[in-house]
């Protein structure tokens, strides 16, 4: 009798065990935001200046990690290419810092074939302030060459600083 009551709890533990596994697998395991990501997420309203003169811009950075970028100067001036808008993905590389790649493609013109930018970005964020500031590279490729492998000399740089825009400003 007692071997059969602790063969009984014994089963009783090994079900209740099984089913709570079962039970923990289908459950989301969120990935932890790093103060990075919650510090970078938003909206931005942007200056810019460099090579390219001085221009204004809105860039939004999402929490899963891409972004989008659209510029006051897209349609083109004379020194600029009409282009495309900006989309791109960035990473952590400190509590307060970024590194992105941005990708967009710039139009034919009478003069200038279509071609696509690759822009390399640092950035730094000041939660308490809403700023952000970037320097960017700028390179251009042909349409069949492939900007995330192959490499090709700085056409510009440039910098932004930006104010994160917020609901109800």
Known sequence: MKI?????KLTICVLLVMILNIVNMHKASAQPITDCRKLATGTYLTTHSGDFGSFRGIITFTQDGNFVANDSIQSGVPSIQPYGNVQGNWKCTSDREITATSL????PTATLPGSITRGDFRATFDLKNGIVQATATLRFYDLNANPLNDDAPVVGTFTFTGQRVKAGQ
């Open 104 to 107: 967009n493609f710039n139009y």
């Open 4 to 8: 059969r009551n602790a063969f009984t």
